[in-house]
């Protein structure tokens, strides 16, 4: 017996802290403000939550239904979960896509989470009093242009302790650190939401009452509901939140017994992280940055929809005018909280590749994990010497690879395993009563949806296929390509020896 097969989650909250946790991450934050000013304000939540009733909770029904179902025949990781779906041999390397993509976004989404540390110190430190908003932004590019040794130090840092955590287990150490992780990101996000809702105009220089932002951000713009850019956005947003299409539920719901209610774990997870995006995410960087720099600033600052402009070289500044006390405990209040929603993200992208060496060549957890954070140091190093690697990352395995890896696993579960076997597994155990609308929308209109999205970003993809590329861009294609093929192989060995046996 395997040692994945061993372990199990010591707790339902547990399980759920965790769930909510891999979907939790710096895009509640940073990115869902972001794409809400740019795309409607208030209207922006209407496709949103049409994606999300439509997308988001159909195909969360989906990843627990194939997880527990994989499971159950000891496979903790998609290639032979979708193998356990269907025989036919694709099914296998489809499955694929839930280890690559785990892996390739850690290269980079490590490094992202390193910088909340860094920026913790440097506000504790009281770094960035006295500095004008154009130097704490000159401090960030300097820093991601690597121009001292600190971020190479602080990422290597961060790595070590996903590996270490990681090699603790599931119950002793993922598990774990989502019930310290998320309190106290909820604790820290509250605090912080009510104090940027609460800002007064003319209390430490702020210009305007922090609920003008709110306003802003909720009043709906209706003129942009119509315009298909936006419905891809929300629907590109709700992918990110809900760590969908990325195998890392698939993981995490294949360790839960085979009678436990699956349904409304995923409801719990979902609406949880639902709160903290759309009501924490929205009342810290946009009230805090109206207040101070007005709402054309603003609008203009969170063009390209990362966020990072305000998270990183802005908050900073406008924390520093609240004095050298308040200062260092929102600085390390805000980046806290993003180290939090960080590494309980990351470390459920650690589990699915884990889980695969352990189920299927028989390596111990602690071999796994430190395998694990060794591919993750050598995929990242492109990312950070290269800010174009690290774009060509995010943009085809944190985008693309996602709507793939969904469009692949909806037509398996509720096609090819057949929607009848696959309503029965999501509602089998069930506390709540699943509304029978859903298993329609699983088979007839989540696919018709994916599709959409997909074929309406074929223009997208082409354009960047043929566009004119650099030494960096085309060394981060090779490498993710030669990624997938790697792993395609682990896969190939890995079934041969069950062949065989």
């Not at 190093?381 to 290269?386: G, H, K, N, T």
Request: hydrophobic share 50%; net charge positive; proline share 3%.
């Amino acid at each position: 017996m395997t040692n994945s097969k061993k372990e199990t989650w010591g707790s339902r909250m547990g399980l759920i802290l965790a769930m909510a946790g891999s979907a939790v991450g710096l895009g509640n934050f940073l990115r869902f403000p972001a794409q809400a000013i740019q795309n409607g304000g208030g209207a922006f939540i209407i496709p949103y939550l049409t994606c999300f009733v439509l997308m988001g909770i159909p195909l969360l029904y989906v990843e627990w239904g194939m997880g527990r179902y994989g499971g159950k025949s000891g496979q903790h990781s998609t290639p032979f979960m979708f193998g356990a779906l269907d025989k036919r041999f694709f099914w296998k390397y489809l499955g694929v896509f839930g280890i690559f993509t785990n892996l390739a976004v850690a290269a980079y989404y490590c490094y992202i989470e390193s910088w909340t540390l860094s920026w913790a110190y440097h506000s504790a430190a009281g770094h960035f009093l006295g500095q004008t908003q154009g130097q704490v932004a000159a401090f960030f590019n300097t820093y991601v242009g690597l121009g001292t040794s600190e971020p190479v130090m602080f990422w290597i840092f961060c790595l070590v302790l996903n590996t270490w955590i990681l090699s603790r287990g599931l119950k002793g150490g993922v598990e774990m650190a989502a019930k310290i992780g998320m309190p106290m990101l909820l604790l820290l996000g509250v605090i912080l939401a009510i104090r940027g809702v609460t800002l007064s105009a003319g209390s430490h220089g702020a210009i305007y009452d922090g609920v003008i932002g709110l306003n802003y951000l909720w009043q709906p713009n209706f003129s942009s509901i119509w315009d298909p850019v936006v419905w891809r956005n929300a629907a590109g947003q709700i992918f990110f939140t809900l760590s969908l299409g990325m195998g890392s539920i698939h993981c995490y719901a294949s360790y839960v017994k085979s009678k436990d209610d699956i349904a409304l774990n995923a409801m719990s997870a979902g609406w949880m992280n639902e709160f903290v995006e759309v009501v924490l995410g929205s009342a810290i960087i946009i009230p805090i940055a109206v207040g101070y720099l007005g709402v054309d600033k603003v609008v203009q600052m969170t063009k390209g929809g990362s966020g990072f402009g305000i998270g990183f070289m802005t908050l900073p500044y406008l924390f520093a005018q609240w004095g050298p006390a308040l200062s260092a405990m929102a600085g390390v209040m805000w980046f806290g909280l993003l180290f939090f929603a960080g590494i309980t993200s990351s470390l459920a992208m650690g589990t699915p590749c884990m889980a695969f060496m352990e189920d299927n060549f028989r390596w111990g957890r602690t071999k796994a994990a430190w395998t694990f954070g060794a591919a993750v140091l050598l995929l990242g190093i492109p990312c950070v010497l290269s800010q174009e690697a690290f774009g060509e990352f995010d943009y085809w395995v944190g985008t693309i690879s996602l709507v793939i890896f969904a469009m692949a696993e909806i037509i398996l579960f509720a096609w090819v395993f057949g929607m009848e076997k696959g309503w029965k597994e999501i509602t089998r155990g069930a506390d709540i009563k699943v509304p029978i609308a859903f298993k329609y929308i699983i088979k007839y209109v989540t696919p018709l949806f994916l599709l959409v999205v997909f074929f309406g970003s074929l223009p997208e993809i082409w354009a960047t296929l043929t566009k004119k590329i650099t030494g960096a861009v085309l060394f981060a294609r090779i490498l993710m390509v030669a990624l997938f093929a790697a792993i395609s192989g682990l896969v190939y060995v890995a079934n041969k020896k069950k062949v065989a046996l």
